[in-house]
């Protein structure tokens, strides 16, 4: 099996990992009874389609993949894809494949309208005892390394981002318990059968409903059109905003180069508007 070069450059800091994937992708199609086609050419995660199933495989420090499985899972299927099967151990996951697969962002389609349907079922409420990473948990420590990595880095761009950024983790909700996804977006919502869209690749935590405008805002062209739906569905527009900001704020930064992601931080700039 071609394991895709983008992949082996992203994890090239896991060679194990890598080397290991040939044997796991033997032992799972085994176990699972997979006949494996071609690899999707992705760079975060080894995703291979088989047959009405897609099999997905996550790197050993992809930290936030940790429990892509059971935010599938607690979904159930509504709005999303289903959970076929999982292999915790070999960080695996069996999901329905999504046929044609289409992502959103190539539909040429009103994106908001369309996520506007789907979020409203997504983001469910969480009872304790619950698998998923606490935001709040998450805020407290990027207060620490935001700021740290701004200092460290010689203060490379406007100080406003950092400081919103700060005040929205020192601010967070310790007691919102709602399933949001930290990368929903038209790229990881796939045209299907069973339902028109479904969400795949959810990277979940418990927390702000308001955390949910990530991905959406990342990815924006028009900041406050997408505003105005977060708030139609009753939303903080500014909470949402500010979270915009703060979360990507806190994934631009490279541990590996230990740098900023240009990209990443121009994304929070348009954001902050
Ligand atoms: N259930 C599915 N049905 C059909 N195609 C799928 C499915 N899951 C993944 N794919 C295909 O594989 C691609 C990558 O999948 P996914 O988003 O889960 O991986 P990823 O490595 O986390 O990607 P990225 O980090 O780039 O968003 C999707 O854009 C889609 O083309
Ligand atoms: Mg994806």
């Known amino acids: 099996m071609r ?7 992203t994890w090239a800091h896991e060679p194990e990992w890598l080397a290991a994937l040939p044997g796991l992708l033997e032992e799972l199609a085994d176990v699972w009874g997979l006949a494996l086609e071609e690899p999707v050419d992705t760079p975060h995660s080894l995703v291979i389609p088989a047959g009405d199933a897609v099999l997905k495989l996550n790197a050993p420090s992809h930290v936030e993949a940790d429990t892509e499985a059971d935010a599938l899972a607690r979904w159930g299927g509504e709005g999303a894809v289903r959970l076929l099967a999982r292999d915790d151990e070999r960080r695996a996951l069996l999901v329905e494949r999504c046929v044609p697969g289409t992502r959103l962002w ?31 948990d998450e805020a407290d420590r990027w207060a620490e390394d935001v700021p740290r990595w701004y200092e460290a880095s010689g203060r490379p761009f406007e100080r406003v981002l950092v400081d919103l950024a700060v005040d929205t983790y020192r601010t967070v909700d310790r007691s919102a318990s709602w399933l949001v996804n930290q990368d929903l977006h038209g790229g990881n919502v796939l045209a299907a059968e069973r339902e028109p869209w479904l969400v795949i690749d959810p990277k979940p935590l418990a927390g ?21 739906m977060l708030a139609g569905l009753g939303l903080d527009r500014e909470r949402a905003r500010a979270w915009g900001v703060a979360h990507n ?25």
């Open 208 to 228: 702000e409903r308001e955390l949910e405008a990530s991905g959406l805002l990342r990815n924006a062209d028009d900041v406050s059109r997408w505003l105005d």
């Open 3 to 9: 394991i895709p070069d983008a992949l082996a450059v």
């Open 249 to 273: 704020l806190a994934w631009a930064w490279d541990e590996v180069r230990h740098d900023w992601h240009e990209n990443h931080v121009a994304e929070a700039r348009r954001i902050f508007g």
């Open 106 to 136: 190539d539909a040429g389609l009103d994106e908001a309208e369309v996520i506007a349907a789907l979020l409203p079922r997504l983001q469910v409420e969480l009872r304790e005892p619950h698998p998923f990473t606490r935001l709040a």
